[in-house]
């Protein structure tokens, strides 16, 4: 068995919180070469979507393995040290904390990970996203594991009729849900239609019984209980042959669906699919980013990227995406924009309540004496 992992931080921003310095890139690439070397991973790649590095390694040693979770924790030290050095904005910002032991879980980095037996051809696709948080996989993941206009596959090819489980987690409560599609996406889509809570975080084959779709599923807030800064989440989806084809995976995006992040981690916007060279955002640090990676794995090895949004026929979202930006940013402090108060309970709506509590008089009426 191979494991896939992406496991991602951000580890230092530049210039603020748009993009990663190509020597922080370089640690990390340095890294990864280093421990294929050593027989800890079979291969890895570095990339960079915003200002989140990502680890894209394969392996034999399963998911939540202590070392490979430790060599990336380690790697993220380096490179926040190069980013104090440089003087790169919110050095160290995702490694939460300083008692690490051995498994990422609550300490800040984001990760996806898959284990599969590999195909005589196995064609994968590596979405990384900026600005926004792991619920931002919920539309894309149905439409192509559950809906027949997105995915023709479902339709068309019979080792895909059965349909596909998706694998649900509630974030608030620490739950998980198993549905079966097709017979359970209306379940399935009242639940995952509130991604600021649920979030799908894989989704298997129910005729050929393998895994499909990983995901990052932490949300940083919550670990923190504070705000320091959007999960800028990963995902991993396998293609073909009884799975949806790349074009199946990758046509979601063709829609800039609106997502929460933007600037502050705080706002409705679009997500926009770009090429590497673009994923870098600036306006009003956003609009939120997506680049897909395609790799061919074979025996391991990771061949390439193909940088799969670098295509024309995603001019249209990106269009859109801008014309929705222009929309959105009129509402300036006010919903839909701004995320409700709900998502925003660890941001300055707490302290403000606390501050102003005093000055909130009551305006329910006067109990009426009761007659003697
Ligand atoms: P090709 O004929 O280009 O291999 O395409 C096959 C296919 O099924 C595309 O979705
Ligand atoms: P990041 O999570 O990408 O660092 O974004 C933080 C932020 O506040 C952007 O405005
Ligand atoms: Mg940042
Ligand atoms: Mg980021
Ligand atoms: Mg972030
Ligand atoms: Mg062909």
Redesign the pocket.
């Known amino acids: 068995m191979t494991t896939l992992s992406i496991i991602k931080a ?1 580890t230092g ?1 530049f210039v603020g ?1 748009s993009a990663v310095h190509p020597e922080l890139l370089r640690a990390a690439e340095d890294g990864l070469r280093a421990a294929a070397g050593d027989g800890l991973l079979l291969d890895g790649k570095a990339a960079s979507c915003g ?1 989140d590095i990502s680890l894209i390694m394969t392996h034999e040693r399963g998911p939540d393995d202590d070392g490979i979770h430790t060599f990336a924790w380690n790697l993220f030290q380096e490179t926040t040290a190069v980013a104090k050095r440089l003087g790169l904005y ?1 050095a160290g ?1 995702d490694l939460l904390s300083d008692a690490f032991s051995g498994n990422l879980r609550g300490m800040g980095p984001g990760y996806a990970e898959l284990e599969y037996t590999e195909r005589p051809s196995e064609p994968v696709i590596c979405f990384l996203a900026d600005k926004t948080e792991p619920g931002a996989w919920n539309l894309p993941l149905y439409k192509m594991f559950a809906d027949p206009f997105n995915t023709a596959g479902l339709v068309i090819d019979s080792k895909m009729h059965g349909g596909f489980s998706f694998e649900v987690y509630d974030l608030h409560e620490e739950k998980m849900i198993v549905f079966d599609c097709p017979e359970r996406s209306y379940d399935l889509l009242m639940y995952i239609g509130a991604p600021a809570r649920y979030v799908v975080h894989s989704v298997r084959s129910r005729t050929l019984d393998v895994p499909c779709a990983a995901t990052s599923t932490q949300r940083l807030s919550l670990i923190a209980g504070k705000y320091v ?1 959007k999960d800028d989440p990963v995902m991993i989806v396998r293609c073909q042959s009884g799975l949806p084809a790349v074009g199946e995976v990758l046509e979601p995006f063709a829609f800039p669906y609106s997502v929460a992040g933007c600037m502050r981690g705080s706002h409705h916007a679009p997500i926009m699919p770009v090429a590497l060279g673009q994923a870098h955002p600036a306006r009003f640090d956003g609009p939120p980013r997506v680049v897909a990676l395609g790799f061919q794995i074979r025996e391991g090895n990771l061949l390439g990227p193909r940088d799969m949004f670098d295509d024309p026929s995603f001019d249209r979202a990106r269009e859109q995406a801008n014309v929705v930006m222009d929309y959105l940013r009129r509402h300036g402090p006010f919903e839909p924009h701004r995320l409700p108060l709900e998502d925003l309970e660890y941001t300055t709506m707490h302290t403000l309540e606390e501050r102003l509590a005093p000055q909130w008089t009551s305006m329910a009426r006067p109990a009426v004496p009761t007659p003697r």
Request: aromatic letters at 0%; glycine letters at 42%; charged letters at 30%.
């Open positions: 951000d921003g919180h200002d919110g910002q800064g």
